[in-house]
């Protein structure tokens, strides 16, 4: 096997046609099995997925085991033609969109797992901002869209033939469009802030979508990215926390 990526906890291997995502002890059996299962539920909705093939141990680590798709990242595409952004941009949305327009009714829900990660910050942020991001999320609509959780350039593969194959399902739920448009604004803003202005504004035109909307939801979408307890990621995203309009 060929190491192709390494990221936190997990190593990724490439091993004839398959792509083999191999987990540090550290990550739970139940997480991994979790994100098996949400993949091969996307992957029934019909929409751009690598086949998965078998969930496994290999040497005493749990794995996953998917179709490997050759071609470079959107990410990798933009960064080598920035003259191109836009283009690249709008064929971003409009994949987004696409993954939005499907159900998948046996996806966990996403106001629920919100609510667990807000819940989980007392160390992160006072009662009560928990309180008012508890109420804000409560006072959302309900909706029951494919949400892909982690919907970045880095997370879409364009093949030989131009065609896009999107990975990494483990934070998939289902739930409200603009909770997913909000976290991709944050996971642009966190690198460039005027990538994440042309992200928004292009997802709310093609959607037709109020930017004020979209916007309520970042204060509720950075607590639950605080989460993650990345140092370099806490004061900004505590800054949008504290975005809160207080009545």
């Known amino acids: 096997m060929e190491l192709i ?30 994100e098996a299962l949400n993949h091969t539920r996307v992957e029934e909705t019909g929409l751009p997925v690598p086949a998965l ?16 798709v050759e071609g ?11 003259d191109n952004l836009e283009k690249y941009m709008n064929q971003f949305v409009d ?17 629920d797992k919100m609510n667990r990660k807000i819940s989980s910050l007392g160390n992160e942020i006072d009662a009560t901002t928990r309180y008012e991001l508890h109420t804000r999320l409560e006072g959302m609509p309900k909706h029951n869209k494919v949400c892909h959780g982690d919907f970045n350039p880095s997370n879409i ?12 399902w483990s934070h998939a739920t289902q739930g409200n469009a603009s909770a997913d448009a909000a976290r991709t604004y944050l996971l642009f803003a966190l690198k460039d802030k005027k ?39 806490e004061e900004f995203l505590k800054g949008w926390v504290d975005v809160v309009d207080y009545q």
């Open 95 to 111: 994949l987004q969109l696409e993954v939005q327009s499907k159900k998948a009714p046996l996806l966990n829900k996403l106001k």
């Open 72 to 82: 470079k990242t959107l990410d990798q595409i933009m960064k080598e033609d920035p």
């Open 195 to 233: 990538l994440a202005d042309l992200y928004l504004d292009l997802f709310c035109k093609k959607s037709d979508t109020a930017k004020q909307y979209v916007q309520q939801w970042l204060p509720i979408v950075a607590a639950s990215q605080l989460v993650k307890k990345v140092p370099e990621e």
């Open 5 to 34: 990526a390494e990221r936190k906890d997990k190593q990724i291997f490439k091993d004839g046609d398959n792509t083999v995502k191999v987990f540090s002890d550290k990550y739970p059996k139940s997480d991994i099995l979790n």
């Open 53 to 68: 093939k078998s969930v496994s141990v290999i040497d005493g680590k749990w794995a996953i085991t998917m179709e490997y």
């Open 157 to 168: 593969i364009i093949d030989k033939d131009g065609n896009p194959h999107i990975i990494d």
